[in-house]
């Protein structure tokens, strides 16, 4: 399997099976250690700081080395078949430390738990405890039923749970970026995907909580947010009686409002819902990035309708028409899944024309993974041979590496705001930070500027994932 993904905080897939460490919660302290790793999307990586909140409450305290943890999480994902096996892998692994400490608690939590349910504790023998996303509530009991000899699982689906309440502990941040979750589940069922099974009915998170949530992370000195959700343009709010309704846009201009330094940013957007109301929002707040992630996931009509993703090409292409007349500096990512049930040859090259018109700014790529129980895997045969499905993904990851150099060069000899967000990973003498488009700039360090502030940056070369200039006064 070949899944292209380009750094990007939102979509880092490269990011799974990072070990997610909290300082000591002290004066708490119940003598417990617990390790935590993540796999999947940003909700997840979110949902991972709201456990470490509610387990910190608790006395637990995080550890990075799980062979001194005395409770193992990991928060997985069903999303593509190599996504569950990397994490039935990781599990081989924690047993040796379990045999060694015996007592030792070995937590699934998140996607995978929710799809497999019980099953999980059949299948792999060493767990203890089996918690799906919206039962993370439940924990302390669950841990509470394991210490006393049982088996535990949770996987009850929510329609009005959103954490609104729980401060998320923030877990290895570097205090500039952090994620805001503002809804959870979906409703799409587009036919490929697992998650409308796995997180459930969508629902939106009360914009107070949001507000009051970002405006703590800038009082706390955070300068940027992402708000998440599968697809936040459906992010919808109402007061009890009525009288006040939220919608994206309005979301949007609520957490702008905050300060002039808090820079927003915000992922999914879904190409059926996204409207001129989010776009001119985006267009009259300084502080809204640039940059919108319109997963197209085929530029074939009758591909996307056997997707079940509700638009056609021509409606995706209005809606990039839209945004570079509103934004004609927006840039623009997307996903595309190669090789879905009875795609043609011609119907991929609809795909490459699309990318071809667009010109994204970064792709992330995937061949088609049937997942058992979706709408596609009950209706359609999986029937295009993977190296069929490889070598389109080839194709297109070869034409989309173009694209982007393309698009980073055009932005050389430009000055760009770049927020600090640290060293570069390869040199302490340089800085790294993104631009409003979401472009990853490194330059020379200069003493007067430090990681979160905003600094002026030229670009003066690239490659196809990064821009290299200086600062400039
Ligand atoms: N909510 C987002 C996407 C969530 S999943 C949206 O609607 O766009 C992230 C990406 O994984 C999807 O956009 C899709 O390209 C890919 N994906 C989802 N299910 C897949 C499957 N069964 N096989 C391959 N790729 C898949
Ligand atoms: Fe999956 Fe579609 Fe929902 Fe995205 S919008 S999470 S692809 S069902
Ligand atoms: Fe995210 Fe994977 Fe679940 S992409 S919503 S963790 S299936």
New binding site residues.
Partial sequence: MIDLVIPDKA?DESRQGEALVLDPVVGKNNGRKLYIESYG?AMNFSDSEIVASILSEQGFETTSDYTSADVIFINTCS??ENAETRVRNRLKEFKAAKTSRPGMVVGVLGCMAERLKAKFLEEEKLVDVVVGPDAYRDLPNLIDQVDSGQKAVNVLLSREETYADISPVRLNSNGINAFVSIMRG?D?M?S????PFTRGRERSRDPFSIVQEATDLFNSGYREVTLLG??VDSYKWQNDDESQKVNFANLLERVALINPELRIRFS?S?PKDITDEVLYTMAKYDNICKYIHL?V?SGNTRVLDLMNRTYTRDWYINRIDAIRRIMPDCAIST???TGFCTETDEEHKETVSMMEYVQYDFA?M??????PG?L?AKRYADDIPEPVKAARLTEIVALQQKYSLVRLQAQIGKVQRVLIEGFSKKSKNDYAGRTDQNAMMVFPVDERFKPGMYVNVIAERSTSATLMGHIID
């Avoid at 490929?192 to 998650?195: A, K, L, M």
């Avoid at 995937?366 to 997942?371: G, I």
């Fill in positions: 979509h999307c999303i593509r979906c799409n587009c490929f995907c697992v998650v599968q697809n999914t879904h997963p996931q996903d595309i899944i992330y995937f061949m088609y993974s049937e997942r979706t596609a």
